[in-house]
């Protein structure tokens, strides 16, 4: 199993920046591929970024594309979303998941993942 926690979000004008964390422990994390989705209120959950377990092949939404970075540290078990250029339609709480054996194709699919941590807060004010 894996256990992971989220932090970095806040308050953040327009056009600004923020880098998200997720800590991750339990038994495998370094072969795990690991997602950000984001759920704004009244909306469905939504997919961020991607990244798989060799951290070489990573996938976006198309509302992030250039934007958002997804990156990871195996030896410090974290991934990070680094946002930029943010814009208040980005305002959510970020979640990150993960899961293995999931393919890049199946990358946007939230039901691919097992494991989720319990959110963070972006606000993102115009």
């Known amino acids: 199993q894996v256990q992971l926690v989220e932090s970095g979000g806040r308050l953040v004008q327009a056009g600004g920046s923020l880098r998200l964390s997720c800590a991750a422990s339990?038994?495998?994390?370094?072969?795990?591929?690991l997602g950000w989705f984001r759920q704004a209120p009244g909306r469905e959950r939504e997919f961020v970024a991607a990244i798989n377990w060799r951290g070489d092949i990573t996938t976006y939404a198309d509302s992030v594309k250039g934007r958002f970075t997804i990156s990871r540290d195996n030896v410090k078990n974290t991934v990070f979303l680094q946002m930029n250029s943010l814009k208040p339609e980005d305002t959510a709480v970020y979640y990150c998941?993960?899961?293995?054996?999931?393919?890049?194709?199946?990358?946007?699919?939230?039901?691919?993942?097992?494991?989720w941590g319990q959110g963070t807060q972006v606000t993102v004010s115009s």
């Open positions: 998941a993960a899961d293995a054996w999931v393919e890049a194709k199946d990358y946007q699919f939230e039901e691919k993942y097992r494991h």
């Open positions: 339990g038994r495998t994390f370094t072969n795990y591929a």
